[in-house]
Antibody, heavy 125, light 111 residues
């Protein structure tokens, strides 16, 4: 069965960086894009970006351009999301979510069919 | 990219129907048929309920339906049940092949 297992909670100081991992299993890792979505406490979902595990190409939301880096390791079926220059507003649960194309293999991978359990990142001095 | 606009909350009694709206622009909701809806219970990861505006993934009850008119998409839940009480988020394609944007979320209360 498809599983996305994320790394554990982190506490960081303002200005630091955090790197969250998401290990995939139960499917062919390079066949599905992976999105990252975050959710601040009591707030809504916010899309951060996407990585294609096959070639490593990425696309980031404008808000995070220059601060976020998404990478992957095909040998371990793991994707990573690193966020730098952390500030208190970055305190949130960070999710990885598999990109699903719906009914057509030719469609864009715009839907999230499987999610990781979430990783709480707390930014505090 | 601005978030899509949803009502903060809606409510309904068991057995009734409720509709949640999601308003965007011609650059997202209105421009493409790539609207999806997610249900999130407290402390849990979101769950895909609707994709391609109106399609249901396997296992989602047919009480959940989606539609779109112009720049506004809608999720309708008929025959409300207690377990439907949750937060609901719309999501739309926003360009650049893979970029998406979420709505602010709507809290559904089953009275």
């Amino acid at each position: 069965q498809v599983q996305l297992v994320q790394s554990g909670a982190e506490v960081k100081k303002p200005g630091a960086s955090v790197k969250v991992s998401c290990k995939a299993s139960g499917y062919t890792f390079t066949s599905y894009y992976m999105h990252w979505v975050r959710q601040a406490p009591g707030q809504g979902l916010e899309w951060m970006g996407i990585i294609n595990p096959s070639g490593g190409s990425t696309s980031y939301a404008q808000k995070f351009q220059g601060r976020v880096t998404m990478t992957r390791d095909t040998s371990t079926s793991t994707v990573y999301m690193e966020l730098s220059s952390l500030r208190s507003e970055d305190t949130a649960v960070y999710y990885c979510a598999r990109g699903w194309r719906g009914d057509s293999i030719a469609a864009r991978p715009l839907y999230f069919d499987y999610w990781g359990q979430g990783t709480l990142v707390t930014v505090s001095s | 990219q601005s978030a899509l606009t949803q009502p903060r909350s809606v409510s309904g009694s068991p057995g009734q129907s409720v509709t949640i709206s999601c308003t965007g622009t011609s650059s997202d909701v209105g421009g493409y048929n790539y609207v999806s809806w997610y249900q999130q219970h407290p402390g849990k990861a979101p769950k895909l309920m609707i994709y391609d505006v109106s399609k249901r993934p396997s296992g989602v009850p047919d009480r959940f339906s989606g539609s779109k008119s112009g720049n506004t998409a809608s999720l309708t839940i008929s025959g409300l049940q207690a377990e439907d009480e949750a937060d609901y988020y719309c999501c739309s394609y926003a360009g650049s092949y893979t970029n998406v944007v979420f709505g602010g979320g709507t809290k559904l209360t089953v009275l």
